[in-house]
């Protein structure tokens, strides 16, 4: 069964924390994608990586980066939280173009107090 | 500019009831992919359909039927028969061919079925 794994389902960190959120994928896929889910505004891209250490910005890059050393992983990381970012994060890859659909992970929940 | 609407945010219907649920595009290229996907309360975005912009057969799974409409922008979904475990988030996406990273996704609308 393929899989996309977020390493945490809920995080609750404090203004100001650095915060990694980690994706992996077992699917050998090239495209890997960080998406911000908020009620009334639905996915919102962050960052996509093509390809090992390739990253591009998405439509929310602000306050956030990634890092992408292994093909598998593709970590998201809040420099500085802030209250702004409590959000649903979902990972999610798919195979370059090749147009299949994007399989996500199951999301996580951020919390910053 | 590229786009897609989904008019309906929230629906209720009674288990058993036929629903459908509307998706409207916008986009300059001719060549794209329409997506729906399925996001139940567990939170995982689930992949129910991928459609390509030559091809407007209307496709029937099971309960699940989608009507491509290229004249109108409208790829719509419809539930016949809905059961509570079609209780979820549906979201319509749209990617432009050749562009791996551009999956331009609706709001969603969060669909209740009643028992």
């Known amino acids: 069964d393929v899989k996309v794994t977020q390493s945490s389902r809920y995080l609750v960190k404090r203004t100001g924390e650095k915060v990694f959120l980690e994706c992996v994928q077992d699917?050998?896929?090239?495209?890997m994608f960080w998406y911000r889910q908020d009620p009334g505004l639905g996915l919102r891209l962050i960052y996509f990586s093509y390809d090992v250490k390739m990253k591009e910005k998405g439509d929310i890059p602000e306050g956030y980066s990634v890092s992408r050393e292994k093909k598998e992983r593709f970590s998201l990381i809040l420099e500085s939280a802030s209250t702004n970012q409590t959000s649903m994060y979902l990972c999610?890859?798919?195979?370059?173009?090749?147009?299949?659909?994007?399989?996500f992970g199951q999301g996580t929940r951020l919390t910053v107090v | 500019a590229q786009k897609v609407t989904q008019a309906q945010t929230e629906i209720s219907v009674v288990e058993k009831e036929d629903v459908t649920l509307d998706c409207v595009y916008e986009t300059r290229d001719t060549t794209y992919y329409l997506f729906w996907y399925k996001q139940p309360p567990s939170g995982e975005l689930v992949f129910l359909i991928r459609r390509n912009s030559f091809d407007e057969q209307n496709e029937i799974s099971g309960r699940y039927s989608w009507n491509f409409q290229k004249s109108t922008s409208s790829f719509n979904f419809t539930i016949t028969a809905s059961q509570v475990v079609d209780s979820a988030v549906y979201f319509c996406a749209l990617s432009p061919w050749g562009r791996d990273d551009k999956i331009i996704f609706g709001k969603g609308t969060r669909l209740h079925i009643l028992p």
């Open positions: 999610a890859s798919s195979p370059i173009n090749k147009k299949a659909e994007a399989f």
């Open positions: 699917m050998d896929h090239e495209n």
